[in-house]
């Protein structure tokens, strides 16, 4: 894991004089070797770790740090003699790995094996010896950041290193939180090596480890990670934003700091006890905000923070804000009430100066923006036991995250080093997460653009290669449908052993899982490879026709009572009305009265048109005619399956018409005539539960 010695992006620009009151992201820039370096005693604390122990204490002031001197003790024997690229000695590379954690606030196994997290790697030690000196939790985490060896993996060792790495991070995700500092302080000591080298390292650390960062809410190595990538992959970019950094530094006005001191008078009004802290943007950010609004002005450098000690103060302070200053509505997020899927935590606002310009405005408690700085780092031991009022499971336990369960399950089906590297860098590219929601309450975490194939995959694995649709927040949907944070969905089950996934899937499948499994079922049946129109299933097109003397010839009888005596009853066609309907009549010609549903669209055409009404009421309930619409998915064999479940409730068949399948979809049309009306909705059940059928509802047009 050795790296370069020189740092080719510095931080952000300080400007010239102290003009601001200012929080600074957390500085993990601060040791130089000599504080590295200092001389050991078997007995005493090295003075080569004050640096760390000084941090830690910060954190956790009751810490045991026997541990770290003696995991510093092996790791400075063993590394001895072994030299950096920049020339320095080899145990200033886990030093400084170390405080980065310890700055973050990491609990002290984490530092024990962050001290020893190359020994097992680059020297004799071997993890046998690491648990037998420091327990099984500090081998693990060794274990978990070790590198597999070249010479056993060749090309595959990079990916298959990392899906090792996963896995480890799924049962602990402390190790993949030693990962990120130690690509940290290589990115740091980068420049020694060759440029096209950097490069590569660079475009890893972009495709892979930053989001591993975001997603972890490690906000401090993100967004220096970010700088660093920047700073090599786009030098000129990277130089040009140095420029309008250092230019804004030395402005003499600071709209900013203006809008900060009239924040904090209102707030000191409202006798609400906060800081208010000028947080200044890096360079990516700069970069960012330029590319989207062009010309920047001086509130585009930084954001303010306001920092509190209660939720409900967040709440409070946004009140006072919105209610004193020009709020920018368009801009308030609640991520205190809905965090985001990485542990954060915040109140997004913005308010507007009459020149124009705007402020963001972060507004969260002390612990929530620590949280928002070091994420999982921050809550220590996450194994430790649970307090006693736990919060909400998947938001505040950091052990399994909702992403990382969905990539160990599909890292699991990838065929291929190949294929794991490409699918691990586009899953860890969707840089968002939403939200959806089972009918019983349970809840799936799917990616932004995620469909209801993603969702069927997501709940069922395997087992959604049955999907024959959904519905969405109610409503029928198609599989293709993409989904959005809050949606309720419904997959709906066939249960049909022969069932299989469309390759059309694949169009819609927007998540590793659902595209692995897909991908392996085609592979593993290749007589279904071959184009769906060549293979759709099979779908009645013929209309069933009655027998001369059945059922067709005899009209429904439930018993309609109109207010017109003498007059001749006859149930609409348009909407086929039964007892319990809410229902109405019409005169027509010949002395009949017409009875409709009063939801039928005939009713508002006959209404519009003058026609009065003729009350209707049923009398008693017996025989009934009725018109069923059946949504389905066309298979073999359905036609027969929904006949016989029409047969088997006792009704008779007057006419149905099947129309030709569109998009794998089957729309049927059945008249029935029912020895009872009482006797709909167990029918309609009936059909609903055939395989393959999604939905059957009451015509509403002229049937056959």
């Known amino acids: 894991m050795s790296a370069e010695a020189t740092n080719p992006a510095a931080g952000p620009v300080a400007p010239t004089g102290p003009r601001r009151r200012s929080l600074p992201r957390i500085d993990l820039r601060r040791l130089g070797r000599a504080a590295l370096l200092g001389p050991t005693s078997r007995d005493r604390l090295p003075d080569a770790i004050g640096h760390v122990v000084e941090a830690h204490r910060a954190h956790y002031p009751d810490a045991d740090i026997e541990p770290l001197r003696r995991a510093y003790v092996l790791a400075e024997s063993s590394h001895r003699g072994q030299m950096r690229k920049s020339g320095e000695p080899y145990i200033t590379h886990p030093l400084a790995v170390t405080l980065i954690l310890a700055e973050l606030g990491a609990e002290t196994t984490t ?99 930053i989001p591993l960062a975001e997603r972890l809410g490690v906000q401090a190595l993100k967004t ?3 700088d660093l ?41 409202a006798d609400i006890q906060a800081e208010v802290l000028i947080r200044p943007r890096h360079f990516v950010s700069v970069h960012r905000v330029a590319r989207k609004r062009g010309r920047l002005r001086g509130c585009d450098f930084g954001r303010l923070l306001v920092l509190v000690s209660e939720d409900a103060d967040c709440y409070g302070v946004l009140g006072e804000l919105h209610t004193c200053m020009t709020p920018v509505v368009s801009e308030f997020k609640d991520f205190i009430a809905v965090p985001k899927f990485n542990l954060y935590q915040s109140l997004h606002t913005a308010v507007a100066r009459e020149d124009g310009q705007v402020a963001e405005v972060l507004i969260r408690t002390h612990q929530m923006h620590k949280v928002a700085e070091a994420g999982v780092v921050a809550l220590g031991n996450p194994y430790a036991p649970a307090p006693e009022d736990p919060a909400d499971g998947e938001r505040v336990d950091p052990t399994r995250p909702g992403w990382l369960s969905r990539l160990l399950d599909w890292q699991e089906g990838a065929p291929d080093p190949d294929t794991f590297w490409s699918t691990l860098r586009e899953d860890l ?11 019983d309450g349970g809840r799936l975490g799917l990616p932004d653009g995620a469909t209801c194939v993603d969702a069927a995959y997501a709940q069922y694995g395997e087992d959604a290669h049955a999907c024959i649709g959904a519905r969405v927040n ?13 949606d309720t969905v419904q997959l709906l089950m ?79 066609g348009c909407c086929t009305p039964v ?62 399956d929904l006949t016989e479940a029409i047969a088997l409730e006792g009704a008779e068949i007057v006419s149905a018409t099947v129309e030709p399948p569109s998009q794998q979809r089957v729309r ?34 002229p049937g056959a």
């Open 229 to 269: 990538v920047f700073a090599i992959l786009l030098p000129e970019e990277h130089e040009h934003t140095r420029d309008l950094i250092v230019e804004n530094a030395v402005r003499p006005d600071d709209p900013l700091a203006e809008i900060a001191d009239e924040v904090r008078t209102v707030l000191r009004d």
């Open 474 to 486: 109610g409503r029928l949907a198609t599989l293709s449908t993409v989904l959005r944070d809050g």
């Open 668 to 701: 049927h049309t059945y008249t029935l005539q029912l020895p009872d009306a009482a006797h709909l909705p167990a029918l309609m059940r009936a059909m609903r539960n055939v395989p393959g059928v999604y939905d059957v509802g009451r015509a509403q047009t």
């Open 494 to 572: 066939g249960q049909d052993p022969a069932s299989e996934p469309s390759r059309e899937w694949l169009e819609h499948a927007h998540t590793p899982a659902a595209r692995i499994a897909i991908q392996r079922w085609l592979a593993t049946h290749p007589s279904s490879a071959e184009p769906e129109a060549e293979r759709r299933p099979e779908a009645p097109t013929a209309s069933p026709r009655p027998a001369a003397d059945g059922p067709a010839t005899r009209p429904g009888t439930a018993n309609a009572v109109v207010d017109q005596p003498g007059a001749t009853v006859r149930l609409a």
């Open 579 to 640: 007892p319990p309907d809410e229902v109405t009549g019409f005169s027509v010609r010949g002395g009949v009265v017409t009875v409709h549903r009063v939801e039928c669209a005939g009713v508002v055409r006959m209404k519009s048109a003058g026609r009065p009404e003729v009350g209707v009421r049923w009398g008693d309930t017996t025989e009934c005619r009725v018109t069923l619409v059946a949504e389905s998915f066309g298979r073999p064999h359905l036609l027969a």
């Open 429 to 439: 590219a969707q840089d968002r997460e939403i939200a959806v929601f089972r009918p």
């Open 111 to 209: 530092l024990t094996a962050s001290l020893l997290h190359d020994t097992v790697e680059d020297t004799e030690v071997t993890l046998d010896q690491v648990g037998e000196q420091f327990g099984r939790e500090v081998r693990y985490l060794v274990d978990g950041v070790t590198k597999l060896e070249k010479v056993d993996y060749g090309a595959a060792a990079e990916p298959e290193t990392f899906r090792k790495m996963l896995v480890a991070t799924g049962s602990d995700v402390r190790v993949m939180s030693i990962k990120l500092a130690d690509r940290l302080h290589n990115m740091r000591t980068l420049g020694v090596m060759r440029p096209e080298k950097q490069a590569r390292i660079a475009k890893v650390t972009r495709d892979v480890l």
């Open 224 to 226: 220096e990670l970010e």
